[in-house]
């Protein structure tokens, strides 16, 4: 059973722009690269996944569980997701202020909140940089800590919004050595990017839009 499923997708927004999807299904512990021209829709198909975006008409499932867009239901399946954005917002403080934020919203604390933020910067490189102050870091070490922080919640899906993007080869690298290990996490992983060699570094499968549509693979 796919993880989450997307059925006969309308999104419209003011201006004419509009995402269609007949059908797009998430199956879990996979990689998929999302490509596509500027405009042509990916950002707002990754705030779909996300469960932010209400469709004028269609259906999304998320297991076997039909999304109804109501308050309980929909704040629990979000938390099974994270969205990465290319330009992430971090809040004053340190770098383990950060993803501690996110932990203790969830009711995660003592050890095990330790536990995951060590975790999580060792992930990514950053261990020694828990306690540097989170706005005095580069574009690159930034988007690190960004992914630390989605890592740390452990979600099912961790959607990212061109986390590569105008970086140098060698952070690209180690954003690549991260996210390859997460499917054997368990984590589906559906990445949008403009390079055309991630789908073959990655393993992934490739999704293309065009013009708002989900073309057929």
């Given at each position: 059973m796919a993880l989450?499923?997307?059925?006969?997708?309308?999104?419209?927004?003011?201006?004419g722009f509009n995402l269609w999807v007949n059908h797009l299904a998430l199956?879990?512990?996979r990689i998929y690269i999302l490509s596509g021209p500027n405009g042509a829709g990916k950002s707002t198909l990754l705030q779909t996944?996300?469960?932010?975006?209400?469709?004028?008409?269609?259906?999304?499932?998320?297991?076997?569980?039909?999304?109804?867009?109501?308050?309980?239901?929909?704040?629990?399946?979000?938390?099974?997701?994270?969205?990465v954005h290319q330009n992430p917002f971090l809040f004053s403080g340190s770098i383990q202020h950060n993803l501690a934020m996110g932990l203790a919203l969830r009711g995660?604390?003592?050890?095990?909140?330790?536990?995951?933020?060590?975790?999580?910067?060792e992930a990514v490189g950053l261990s020694?940089?828990?306690?540097r102050p989170a706005r005095k870091l580069s574009g690159?070490?930034?988007?690190?800590v960004a992914l630390a922080r989605a890592l740390a919640l452990r979600p099912d899906i961790l959607l990212l919004d061109e986390p590569t993007a105008n970086l140098d080869r060698e952070t690209v690298a180690t954003f690549e050595e991260v996210i390859q290990i997460l499917p054997?996490?368990?984590?589906?992983?559906?990445?949008?990017?403009?390079?055309?060699?991630q789908p073959q570094r990655l393993g992934g499968e490739l999704l293309r839009?065009?013009?708002?549509?989900?073309?057929?693979?």
């Open positions: 989450l499923t997307l059925s006969n997708i309308e999104i419209g927004y003011p201006g199956e879990e512990g996944l996300a469960l932010l975006n209400c469709p004028r008409r269609g259906e999304i499932r998320v297991g076997d569980e039909r999304l109804t867009w109501r308050g309980a239901q929909l704040r629990r399946l979000r938390r099974r997701i994270t969205l995660i604390r003592g050890d095990e909140q330790r536990r995951r933020i060590e975790q999580s910067l020694e940089f828990a306690r690159g070490e930034t988007r690190r054997a996490q368990g984590i589906t992983v559906v990445m949008a990017s403009h390079d055309p060699g839009l065009g013009g708002g549509r989900l073309m057929p693979a």
